[in-house]
């Protein structure tokens, strides 16, 4: 399902009373309590904004935050009964996108969520489906076979710059030069990026249907349904 907001908060009657506030007036909205709990959750949905509080029972907000931010670049809201400079430096350092202490008006804060997907719907969505590979590349997102992957900022900009040239030979330089920005990049990190981006995305990385080997000349990035 698709939802505007989630709520990760390990203090349920006010997670609850904030979700069903903000779904009252057209903004759907889903709770979870712990930092797993939102893994899990994101597995399975899609959300277009976080609200995040620091403490959580088993985790840290600032943790969680750090590790969706290599995953995603949707907008995060920390809420919190912190109210210390070094706490609210710290979550916009690491990503956040606004701080909210608590305890909070939720007709505010409801304001400043609408306000937030409202700038964020005006974002124009590109995105690449097709069926088994899903790249988001507004959010920096990836799933495959509808679970969420991570790849690291090169294999992230390597994968980007295969699918916007679609169906075309590109060439290892053009990769050097394009992806790497150096044109004395080696064949062999490109190489061992190539097979690391095929185990990720690939229904068998050993007979790929996406990456295509064009020899003596580069890669051909090939949709897996055609």
């Not at 899609?46 to 995953?71: A, H, M, P, W, Y």
């Not at 899903?134 to 509808?146: A, E, G, P, T």
Request: with cysteine; hydrophobic share 40%.
């Amino acid at each position: 399902m698709n939802y505007d907001c989630l709520i990760i908060d390990d203090e349920k009657m006010l997670a609850d009373s904030t979700a069903e506030y903000f779904n009252l007036f057209g903004v759907s909205t889903a709770v979870v309590y712990s930092a797993s709990q939102c893994r899990d959750f994101m597995k399975e949905h899609t959300v277009k904004l976080l609200l995040l509080d620091i403490n959580l029972k088993e985790s840290s907000g600032f943790d969680l935050c750090k590790e969706l931010r290599t995953q995603t670049n949707i907008p995060i809201l920390f809420i919190s009964a912190r109210t210390s400079d070094d706490d609210q430096m710290i979550a916009l350092h690491i990503g956040g996108d606004d701080y909210i202490q608590k305890p909070y008006s939720l007709g505010v804060l409801l304001a400043k969520v609408k306000v937030v997907l409202k700038r964020y719907g005006n974002q124009n969505s590109d995105i690449y489906d097709d069926g088994w590979l899903w790249v988001d590349f507004s959010q920096r997102q990836i799933k495959v076979n509808h679970q969420l992957v991570k790849l690291t900022a090169r294999e992230w900009k390597l994968l980007v710059y295969m699918i916007k040239h679609k169906g075309k030979v590109i060439t290892k330089q053009e990769l050097f030069e394009k992806v790497w920005e150096d044109s004395f990049t080696g064949d062999g990190t490109l190489n061992v990026h190539i097979r690391k981006l095929r185990e990720a995305i690939e229904h068998d990385a050993c007979n790929p249907s996406y990456i295509i080997t064009v020899w003596g000349e580069g890669y051909r990035f090939c949709g897996e349904r055609q």
